[in-house]
């Protein structure tokens, strides 16, 4: 049997020989070079302003600077922390072979620290390899900012940036080689289909966020008091971006302008569609009117679960994906939750943590041209199988290393800011800042 990925990031094996695609070897493209420059800067989008005005509409007022500044603050020190260390452990494959399990196939080395042997004339398959370190970087940004919606209102800014900078080196870059870095690697090495990073991104983030809240616990008075999100006209602006942006996401990870990214595209749009309007409509049939929060959340819910399938699932894939992730996104963000009393403040579990393991299950299933898919899948149920223990491997490893890093801060310096700071809120206790002048 043979399982092989698509074209996108998983393709990128061949690149990361030793001359990683050297300038002998191949030729800029100038079309490929301009479309990946776009990508890049949409998926930058997402971040700020998107996803933080996404999540600052949906706090209460007095914590609306505070999450704001968390986007802000991860992009720089993601950024910082990407050229330093994390592009060389999530990409360097010194010492990977396929088939063959070394340390190496869970991580990276450092022949690529601060950025080693980079040049104007570097390439990675047809653009510059600085292009494609940009475009990895804004998908390293992104991950830690989506979990800090998990814990939103309640944890320490200091502490904030110490997690965020421990985490992305000990479980996003190791994720992100062990899918993406290509043969020799982990996950790749097991089939694993992640176009776009439905276990890199959303799965990895998720969990971490559904772990986050449980170790910091509750905010103060919930679920009693009513924590009703103070600003949806920003959340429906940063959905909206977000949408706008994720082509740069999905598309951009066909790394060329052909028609793999083409299809990302259109694939992106009908599951965004679908789950968008199965939220909706399982919102209404249940409370009895849909919200603007509820269309927003399953927007997000819909971009989240095409992610991994992008570049394999074809259209009506695409629609079945997004009509699944809408309807099971409400479920778990509504009554799953409820039930079991966790308090995920702005729903990073139950929208990236579930709808990144929707799409990946899904992948397997879809990604076959028997289904309308675009994969080389010789077996349906062989591929479902990789997908599943994909899935369980990276909540398995996030999880225990998530949990582990915060007890270690925590321990050290604490996590979660005092009650007084939380009842003032955090613009003005942490920041000396009020987001509206009264």
Same mark, same amino acid.
């Given at each position: 049997?043979?399982?092989?990925?698509?074209?996108?990031?998983?393709?990128?094996?061949?690149?990361?020989?030793?001359?990683?695609?050297?300038?002998?070897?191949?030729?800029?493209?100038? *079309?490929?070079?301009?479309?990946?420059?776009?990508?890049?800067?949409?998926?930058?989008?997402?971040?700020?302003?998107?996803? #933080?005005?996404?999540?600052?509409?949906?706090?209460?007022?007095?914590?609306?600077?505070?999450?704001?500044?968390?986007?802000?603050?991860?992009?720089?020190?993601?950024?910082?922390?990407?050229?330093?260390?994390?592009?060389?452990?999530?990409?360097?494959?010194?010492?990977?072979?396929?088939? %063959?399990?070394?340390?190496?196939?869970? !991580?990276?080395?450092?022949?690529?620290?601060?950025?080693? +042997?980079?040049?104007?004339?570097? =390439?990675?398959?047809?653009?510059?390899?600085?292009?494609?370190?940009?475009?990895?970087?804004?998908?390293?940004?992104?991950?830690?900012? =989506? !979990?800090?919606?998990?814990?939103?209102?309640?944890?320490?800014?200091?502490?904030?940036?110490?997690?965020?900078?421990?985490?992305?080196?000990?479980?996003?870059?190791?994720?992100?080689?062990?899918?993406?870095?290509?043969?020799? #690697?982990?996950?790749?090495?097991?089939?694993?289909?992640?176009?776009?990073?439905?276990?890199?991104?959303?799965?990895?983030?998720?969990?971490?966020?559904?772990?986050?809240?449980?170790?910091?616990?509750?905010?103060?008075?919930?679920?009693? %008091?009513?924590?009703?999100?103070?600003?949806?006209?920003?959340?429906?602006?940063?959905?909206?971006?977000?949408?706008?942006?994720?082509? $740069?996401?999905?598309? *951009?990870?066909? !790394?060329?302008?052909?028609?793999?990214?083409?299809?990302?595209?259109?694939?992106?749009?009908?599951?965004?569609?679908?789950?968008?309007?199965?939220?909706?409509?399982?919102?209404?049939?249940?409370?009895?009117?849909?919200?603007?929060? +509820?269309?927003?959340?399953?927007?997000?819910?819909?971009?989240?679960? !095409?992610?991994?399938?992008?570049?394999?699932?074809?259209?009506?894939?695409?629609?079945?994906?997004?009509?699944?992730?809408?309807?099971?996104?409400?479920?778990?963000?509504?009554?799953?939750?409820?039930?079991?009393?966790?308090?995920?403040?702005?729903?990073?579990?139950?929208?990236? $943590?579930?709808?990144?393991?929707?799409?990946?299950?899904?992948t397997g299933l879809f990604a076959a041209p028997a289904l309308g898919g675009f994969g080389e899948v010789d077996s349906v149920a062989a591929q479902l199988w990789i997908q599943i223990k994909g899935v369980f491997f990276t909540v398995v490893y996030t999880g225990i290393v998530t949990f582990a890093i915060l007890k270690v801060i925590d321990r050290v310096m604490g996590l979660r800011v005092s009650d007084e700071e939380e009842t003032i809120g955090l613009d003005l206790s942490l920041h000396n800042e009020r987001g509206y002048n009264l």
């Amino acid at each position: 049997m043979t399982l092989r990925k698509s074209a996108g990031l998983a393709a990128l094996s061949s690149l990361f020989l030793p001359a990683l695609a050297s300038a002998q070897e191949a030729v800029l493209d100038s *079309g490929d070079t301009a479309w990946m420059l776009t990508a890049t800067a949409l998926v930058l989008f997402m971040t700020v302003p998107g996803l #933080a005005l996404f999540y600052g509409g949906m706090v209460r007022s007095k914590n609306l600077l505070s999450v704001m500044m968390q986007c802000f603050a991860i992009t720089g020190l993601i950024s910082v922390l990407w050229v330093l260390f994390g592009y060389s452990l999530a990409f360097d494959t010194t010492g990977m072979e396929e088939g %063959v399990l070394n340390f190496s196939s869970f !991580i990276g080395g450092l022949d690529k620290a601060f950025l080693s +042997g980079l040049s104007t004339d570097s =390439l990675v398959g047809t653009f510059p390899e600085s292009v494609f370190i940009t475009f990895q970087m804004t998908f390293a940004i992104i991950t830690p900012a =989506l !979990i800090a919606g998990a814990f939103a209102e309640r944890m320490k800014f200091s502490s904030m940036l110490v997690f965020m900078s421990v985490w992305f080196l000990l479980v996003y870059a190791p994720i992100a080689h062990m899918v993406w870095s290509g043969n020799g #690697a982990l996950m790749f090495d097991w089939g694993v289909l992640d176009f776009a990073g439905g276990t890199v991104v959303h799965i990895n983030a998720g969990v971490a966020g559904l772990v986050s809240c449980l170790v910091l616990g509750k905010r103060k008075g919930y679920p009693g %008091v009513a924590m009703t999100p103070h600003n949806l006209g920003y959340t429906l602006i940063g959905a909206a971006m977000l949408w706008v942006g994720w082509f $740069g996401f999905n598309a *951009g990870s066909a !790394i060329a302008a052909n028609g793999t990214a083409g299809m990302a595209m259109l694939v992106t749009q009908i599951a965004t569609a679908a789950a968008a309007l199965a939220w909706m409509a399982a919102e209404w049939l249940t409370h009895g009117k849909p919200s603007a929060l +509820g269309i927003a959340s399953g927007v997000v819910a819909g971009l989240v679960a !095409i992610t991994p399938a992008a570049g394999t699932a074809g259209p009506m894939g695409a629609l079945v994906i997004g009509l699944a992730s809408g309807a099971i996104c409400f479920y778990c963000a509504t009554a799953v939750k409820r039930r079991f009393g966790y308090d995920d403040s702005l729903d990073a579990f139950g929208v990236h $943590g579930v709808g990144g393991i929707v799409g990946a299950v899904l992948t397997g299933l879809f990604a076959a041209p028997a289904l309308g898919g675009f994969g080389e899948v010789d077996s349906v149920a062989a591929q479902l199988w990789i997908q599943i223990k994909g899935v369980f491997f990276t909540v398995v490893y996030t999880g225990i290393v998530t949990f582990a890093i915060l007890k270690v801060i925590d321990r050290v310096m604490g996590l979660r800011v005092s009650d007084e700071e939380e009842t003032i809120g955090l613009d003005l206790s942490l920041h000396n800042e009020r987001g509206y002048n009264l």
